[in-house]
């Protein structure tokens, strides 16, 4: 029972003095550590998600990209360049200022083959990373329109990463129903 009530205070200690120490190096001066812990922990996180997302993508064969489970679901194409899509979109919700020429309203109406399907993902999620890792600490909560609601930048950026994550699950799903093992898998 001690040892119950030694974790607690114990654990407090060890998350404040991270926190403490994080903000002691994001002040002025220290650019090297310009995001916030949110930011550094999403972004920690978002490059795991879209890893696998991406090591996927290398692995279904090209053949397989115009797969899909059923009539009027997503194929694998589509599905990885539904995701590019949203990045750009919730890049734009940030603030960030998309390359000339993308729409991405249209990105998935547009057949692509595999290696530039893979490109146009790639491009959006360093955009997305970018704009991430650029914002101010306290732009996070700032309300931008959001599907006819209002809602935060910081839930802007989650809804990057829980899209990512719902996606990749999908493209899991459709890996293995085609006997392809994920490559963290093997």
């Not at 059923?70 to 899509?85: D, I, P």
């Amino acid at each position: 029972m001690k040892n119950r009530f030694l974790f607690l205070p114990l654990s407090l200690a060890l998350v404040l003095s991270v926190f403490a120490e994080h903000h002691e190096h994001s002040g002025a001066g220290h650019a090297e550590n310009s995001n916030s812990l949110f930011q550094a922990t999403f972004l920690g996180g978002y490059d795991y998600a879209i890893g696998h997302l991406m090591q996927l993508a290398e692995a279904i064969p090209a053949d397989t990209y115009d797969w899909a489970p059923a009539e009027g679901v997503r194929t694998v194409e589509k599905t990885l360049l539904h995701v590019a899509a949203a990045n750009y979109m919730l890049a734009a919700k940030l603030g960030a200022t998309l390359p000339s020429g993308v729409e991405p309203m249209s990105i998935e109406s547009k057949d692509h083959d595999k290696e530039s399907a893979i490109e146009t993902l790639k491009a959006s999620i360093d955009l997305a990373k970018k704009t991430i890792a650029e914002l101010e600490e306290e732009d996070l909560a700032t309300k931008v329109e959001f599907f006819g609601m209002q809602q935060n930048k910081m839930f802007i950026v989650l809804t990057i990463g829980a899209h990512a994550n719902e996606h990749l699950g999908q493209l899991i799903a459709y890996a293995r129903s085609n006997d392809i093992t994920p490559p963290w898998s093997k």
